[in-house]
């Protein structure tokens, strides 16, 4: 059974999703590397040029020059990545940077010099030139970074697009002295609020000053005012721990605990820091970092391009529905999107009823309802081709957890255990539990359960290569398909 705890209307809001920040945090160390990689190119081949050119005036051996340049950039950044110097909580403080930059700086040009001398290509080199590279590179280098915090330190400040947005569930003291840490560090956090936990017995004292319940705070994740959950319960029954982890899990943010009992509960979770403070990390925010960015290149381009491929198929469709008799062609229907967002489904016509209401028939084998031609195109899902615009216009993917109707998705909310957790991605035109043979009528509770395991495993584990081995999969599927009615 689903757990009870949200309320319908929380959970099936209609309102307008708002966005989140428009600079993810995972990216910005990225950025940084990348700078760092094109400057200690820049600064070799720059340097060289300038010397042989203007001074020496010699020739300029670009090759050489280039190639060391590179080697130095790959190894710099390497070490720094290993390290852990390009992830956002090191680029919030400037504690340990300069030595950081100074000492691998220094590893990487030592090791140049070794490879150099072992290969007895040294002489290639000016000394001075090697001399002012190592000196320009480390002062650009370090100028840069000191710049970065500066500007990240800046943007997080006052709930800016760096800002780490938390929540904390329990209003206890705990939970009230990790807000106040996790504020006043310097890693740019922003407490949204602190939640009552719903619980009975959490063996602490409940304080005053809670911004709300769970069902408030299950808004504000949805609205896009959260980035992270962070539970900070002392003690509780494993029971309702479960239980509020399990209500918690179905909103499309990351969910830590701050340490207590129910850590050992939890062996499969990841130690990370927020705000100083040590969390075990339960789920990761779906598609973070440049996986959304991956994801949205990917709709727009190859949806973009099956839009053009198919789209005499589509004229020869549209043509066919219109001599088959009168009636309109698409057929629209509204369902739950990303976060709950309701938006309409465009499909080809199959049928000679319309539902879209509080009460919507499934489809069945034989169903009478079915057109002669929308046999065919329900047969090899081809009326799902105007989903293409759904893609292109950023309500759908064209991977992931197919939508359903909005009575269906009340429906099943109710009695499928986590079942909301399909929708903390972008519904897709196709997806894996449809290739995996689950696909047309679910008249049984069970088998949409088994449909929705299938889709929060792609939640769960979504990556590029499982998003191109689901599409060549849909190509069988649709080639010879299964459970079509």
Same mark, same amino acid.
């Given at each position: ?36 990689? /094109? ?126 947005? &938390? ?49 408030? /705070? ?48 939890? /062996? ?216 079509? &009615?």
């Amino acid at each position: 059974m689903a757990e009870p705890g949200l309320s319908s209307a929380d959970s099936f809001s209609t309102d307008g999703v708002r966005r989140r920040a428009p600079v993810a945090r995972a990216l910005f160390g990225d950025v940084v590397q990348v700078v760092d990689y /094109l400057l200690v190119i820049l600064t070799s081949v720059g340097f060289a040029f300038a010397y042989h050119t203007y001074i020496l005036e010699t020739e300029f051996d670009f090759q050489s020059y280039a190639i060391a340049g590179i080697v130095g950039a790959t190894v710099f950044t390497a070490l720094m990545r290993r390290d852990g110097f390009y992830e956002f909580e090191q680029l919030t403080s400037f504690d340990g940077t300069l030595r950081a930059i100074l000492s691998r700086w220094a590893l990487t040009v030592l090791g140049l010099l070794a490879f150099g001398f072992a290969l007895k290509i040294s002489d290639t080199f000016s000394r001075v030139w090697l001399f002012a590279w190592t000196g320009i590179t480390l002062v650009s280098v370090i100028g840069v970074r000191f710049a970065a915090i500066s500007f990240v330190r800046r943007m997080s400040r006052d709930g800016g697009v760096f800002a780490r947005r &938390v929540a904390v569930v329990g209003a206890t003291s705990l939970g009230i002295k990790f807000a106040s840490r996790a504020e006043n560090s310097p890693q740019g956090i922003s407490i949204v609020g602190v939640y009552d936990a719903g619980l009975s017995d959490n063996g602490d004292s409940h304080l005053a000053g809670a911004k709300g319940d769970l069902n408030d /705070l299950a808004a504000a994740a949805r609205n896009g005012e959260v980035d992270d959950i962070v539970i900070a319960v002392p003690r509780a029954a494993p029971e309702d721990m479960e239980k509020l982890v399990r209500r918690l899990s179905i909103l499309p943010v990351s969910i830590a605990i701050c340490p207590n009992i129910h850590w050992l509960d939890h /062996l499969g979770g990841a130690i990370n820091d927020v705000g100083g403070v040590r969390v075990l990390s339960l789920y990761r925010r779906p598609l973070e970092g440049w996986g959304g960015v991956i994801k949205s290149v990917e709709d727009y381009l190859l949806g973009a391009i099956a839009l053009v491929v198919f789209s005499p198929l589509m004229l020869a469709i549209v043509i066919a529905i219109k001599l088959q008799g009168k009636g309109p062609i698409l057929f629209a229907q509204q369902r739950h999107g990303f976060n709950n967002a309701v938006f309409k489904v465009y499909k080809f016509r199959t049928m000679t009823t319309a539902d879209d209401g509080d009460v919507v028939e499934q489809a069945k084998v034989n169903d009478p309802r079915i057109t002669p031609i929308g046999k065919i195109l329900r047969r090899y899902s081809l009326d799902e081709l105007p989903q293409l615009f759904n893609v292109i216009k950023g309500e759908m993917s064209l991977v992931g957890p197919r939508p359903h109707a909005l009575a269906h998705n009340h429906q099943y909310a109710r009695t499928i255990e986590n079942y909301s957790g399909r929708h903390k991605v972008k519904p897709g035109l196709t997806g894996w539990a449809q290739v995996n043979g689950f696909r047309g009528e679910t008249s049984e509770t069970e088998q949409m359960a088994d449909r929705v395991r299938y889709d929060l495993a792609y939640v769960d584990n979504w990556s590029l290569w499982f998003d191109i081995k689901i599409l060549i999969l849909t190509v069988r599927a649709v080639v010879f398909p299964q459970n079509a &009615v």
